[in-house]
């Protein structure tokens, strides 16, 4: 079983630099960072990624998960480490609805 959503998500823009240390930090255990075209998070059950849009100026935002559940669980961790920077931008996460 996989299931998977995607959106198109806004932010406002701030000057919040962070370093990949201390973004790696504020992750749960066993999470793997990429920042390669954007922040991908992979987890145990799943993945969760938001980039820049090739064709507007939003983001885009994708998460995968092997069941519901973890599909959810992942959509609320992604929320829950962008809010300190953009609260926007994570109800936007919270948001999405499974396709």
Do not use: W
């Not at 998977?4 to 749960?28: G, V, Y």
């Not at 938001?50 to 929320?79: E, V």
């Amino acid at each position: 079983f996989s299931t998977c959503q995607r959106a198109l998500c806004s932010c406002s823009i701030k000057n919040l630099p962070i370093s990949i240390e201390q973004a790696k930090d504020l992750l749960p255990v066993g999470t793997k960072l990429s920042c390669i075209d954007g922040v991908r998070l992979d987890f145990a059950h799943g993945f969760g990624v938001i980039r820049q849009s090739n064709t507007s100026h939003n983001l885009t935002a994708r998460f995968a998960g092997d069941s519901m559940a973890h599909l959810q669980d992942i959509q609320a961790k992604f929320a829950a480490l962008c809010r300190p920077f953009d609260e926007t931008l994570a109800a936007q996460i919270v948001a999405i609805a499974p396709q």
